[in-house]
């Protein structure tokens, strides 16, 4: 009996650690490291929105549904976030022909 918990436990190990080093690979590879979404969770009115690269973002934020519930370019880092009730969105941020993606969570 102890076993074969002991091979579950093993097998469950390499399965757990191949999926988080993939993650690790994607993240390294992607552009989304130079944008940043802050406060999050966000709690008051205003969330900012940093990136690399100064200029205007087209900014686009979905429910769970998928529907755009906001739009909005950006020439600065500020993001009134007031018409969204409480909940868990995507924003989306298109700048310079690249998209990036964030969750946003509202308090």
Known sequence: MKLIYFS???AFTLVASAQDSGDIVDYNN???HKFKLYPNPAFGDI???TTSENG???ITVYDVFGK???RERLRNN???ISPLIPGVY???LRQNN???TRKLVVK
């Open 78 to 80: 500020a993001l009134d």
């Open 47 to 49: 969330v900012y929105i």
């Open 8 to 10: 579950l436990f093993w």
């Open 68 to 70: 755009a519930v906001l």
């Open 98 to 100: 690249k998209t990036m």
């Open 30 to 32: 992607s552009q989304t």
């Open 90 to 92: 995507v924003l989306q």
């Open 56 to 58: 205007s973002k087209e």
